[in-house]
């Protein structure tokens, strides 16, 4: 039986060739067969040379996503356990070395398996399948993960609308045990809550892991300031770190609720932090017109960009905070600042934040540069996996 198969236009082998995963639908010159949706599918170059074998996306501008660029490697059952051991395998030596509980066991196209993350958290994985190739191979993932975590609860939290795309509903499901309501984490002799319900993502920011310690340094009896808290992990830590107070800031107040169970849960002083529920762009402003001084600052807004049209919006977005930010730091205040938007470049983030100090009137100096935790890496051949970016800045 001849092979479903997607022929590419001439010219449009050249990213392939590169190993980037993802083909376009306008790259595709035909198809070959009658692939159906989360099909796999042979690619060819125009010329018939075999290129990679991948998932088909008929309804998705990503037209197809790349298993494997092997022609001898079959994409089966076996083939998700292979990569879901070998992605567990990698992160092995940091995770025991470091005794951390919450870590990204598969981090999608940066582990060769587009759209599909897996995060663990304690003994629940938590799963997330955006693609319609990764939606159908549900059950060998759920089978693979049952295998290598033997007793863990595996749940599924695909509620997010790019699955529209693919035209996939958003689902949310318990694929094997019983799901308990939040569980705790340790990282760097922390512990965190995990909201495995209404938590953000797939419960936590797990890529800010190495951010949270990052921030030990500067607190030691100082005034912080956590804006976009979440559940406090950044506060929690700079209270571990000694800092005299830290006042934490969120909308959401669930996020809130968690954050001070998080206070309880490392036995630290309630009397120390304050948790409140505003608009971080509205209290910026208003400490500012009261006066307020800090020594730290910590602004982790969420994703402002979602396409290259929203950019300047949000490029406005982020120099208003770190404008608003900078202007509140005493001498010698320390701001750590971070956007995790993938389409945000670290060179424009950057300039962002220069003319942020400038308009503030603050001499600054960057005194490290940040990024995702190493549970998170980068495919070299897949740049966009690079996303998170983070300054640690210093004021005169
Ligand atoms: N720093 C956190 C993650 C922050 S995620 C950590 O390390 O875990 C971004 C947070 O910003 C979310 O909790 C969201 O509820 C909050 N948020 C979004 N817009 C906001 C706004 N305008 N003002 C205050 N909080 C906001």
Known sequence: MPRNALVLAEGREKSVKRR???IFAGAVHHSKGKPK??????????????LARAAYSPASQIRARVWTFDKNEEVDADFFARRINAADQRRRPMVEREGITG????AA?????????????DNVLVCQLLSIGADKWRDAIVAALKARFPGCVIHERSDVEVRRKEELEPLVQTLEGELPGKVAIMENGIKLWVDLIQGHKTGYYLDQRDNRAAVLPYVEGKEVLNCFSYTGGFGTYALKGGAKHVTQVDVSESALA?????LKLNSLDESRCDLIKEDVFALLRRYASEGRQFDVIVLDPPKFVDSKSSLKGAARGYKDINLHALKLLRPGGILLTFSC????????FQKIVADAALDAGRDAQILRFLSQSADHPVNVHYPEGLYLKGLVVQVS
């Open 20 to 22: 980037h995963p993802w």
């Open 37 to 50: 949706a989360g099909d796999t599918v042979e690619i060819y170059s125009h010329d018939g040379t075999w």
């Open 103 to 106: 870590y990204r066991v598969v």
């Open 258 to 262: 968690l954050a001070r169970d998080n």
């Open 109 to 121: 196209e940066s582990d060769g398996l587009p759209g599909i993350t897996i995060d663990r958290y």
């Open 341 to 348: 938007s993938g389409l945000m470049e670290q060179s424009l």
